[in-house]
């Protein structure tokens, strides 16, 4: 799972070509500057390798971990559950910073929240600093998101998620894609009593990065 670079909405140039009749090339902005009216798109992936299929929910605020988790808990509810018949544990692969990094507490903290709901164990992998470009997500989902909508503006969310959600490969990949209008807010304040709540079993070989979030089914 990660986050896809951020996209100013509105009538911005796109990196890339795409046919048009001769003589009537589509006009752009001249700068690329926010357009406070039309926001932004937020996109965050999750991307099952086994399936080859992908999950992208486009935030419309803030990338937060509660965006972040709420990702996965779509995930899950929409496909996840379907394809996977009573799973004890579920495996994600994340970058190290970000609003899914190692040290957010907020990150563990809906974690938490995410297993007590699923009775999943959900073991985390974190990939060590500079090395986010190992992530299979840039390589087997984003990398073709942005060929799909190579030289198209991206004036509206709506826009963004028919463009998601259109992408397909050769190899199978299918992508669902839906706009999560939920209000994020940045700063929020984990205390160190809501943190020791959290049923963390850290692995021997760096824990910081490598660790499981067990249930607690009296919550």
């Given at each position: 799972?990660?986050?896809?670079?951020?996209?100013?909405?509105?009538?911005?140039?796109?990196?890339?070509?795409?046919?048009?009749?001769?003589?009537?090339?589509?006009?752009?902005?001249?700068?690329?500057?926010?357009?406070?009216?039309?926001?932004?798109?937020?996109?965050?992936?999750?991307?099952?390798?086994?399936?080859?299929?992908?999950w992208v929910s486009i935030?419309?605020?803030?990338?937060?971990?509660?965006?972040?988790?709420?990702?996965?808990?779509?995930?899950?509810?929409?496909?996840?559950?379907?394809?996977?018949?009573?799973?004890?544990?579920?495996?994600?692969?994340?970058?190290?910073?970000?609003?899914?990094?190692?040290?957010?507490?907020?990150?563990?903290?809906?974690?938490?929240?995410?297993?007590?709901?699923?009775?999943?164990?959900?073991?985390?992998?974190?990939?060590?600093?500079?090395?986010?470009?190992?992530?299979?997500?840039?390589?087997?989902?984003?990398?073709?998101?942005?060929?799909?909508?190579?030289?198209?503006?991206?004036?509206?969310?709506?826009?963004?998620?028919?463009?998601?959600?259109?992408?397909?490969?050769?190899?199978?990949?299918?992508?669902?894609?839906?706009?999560?209008?939920g209000e994020y807010k940045?700063?929020?304040?984990?205390?160190?009593?809501?943190?020791?709540?959290?049923?963390?079993?850290?692995?021997?070989?760096?824990?910081?990065?490598?660790?499981?979030?067990?249930?607690?089914?009296?919550?």
């Amino acid at each position: 799972m990660d986050t896809k670079k951020k996209e100013n909405l509105g009538e911005k140039a796109n990196v890339g070509r795409e046919y048009r009749p001769k003589g009537s090339p589509r006009e752009v902005d001249t700068h690329d500057f926010p357009d406070k009216k039309k926001g932004k798109a937020i996109p965050y992936g999750v991307y099952d390798i086994k399936q080859n299929e992908a999950w992208v929910s486009i935030g419309i605020n803030c990338d937060t971990a509660e965006f972040a988790v709420e990702a996965i808990r779509r995930w899950w509810r929409e496909l996840g559950r379907k394809r996977y018949r009573r799973p004890t544990r579920l495996l994600v692969t994340a970058d190290c910073g970000g609003s899914n990094g190692h040290r957010n507490r907020l990150w563990k903290i809906e974690l938490q929240k995410l297993a007590n709901k699923t009775g999943m164990t959900i073991e985390v992998c974190h990939y060590p600093p500079g090395t986010s470009k190992w992530n299979k997500i840039e390589h087997r989902l984003f990398c073709h998101i942005t060929r799909n909508w190579r030289g198209v503006p991206l004036e509206t969310h709506e826009i963004v998620v028919n463009l998601v959600s259109s992408t397909r490969t050769n190899e199978g990949l299918e992508v669902h894609c839906w706009l999560d209008e939920g209000e994020y807010k940045k700063g929020r304040k984990v205390t160190n009593r809501e943190l020791e709540a959290v049923r963390i079993k850290r692995n021997v070989f760096h824990g910081d990065w490598n660790y499981e979030i067990l249930p607690n089914r009296k919550s």
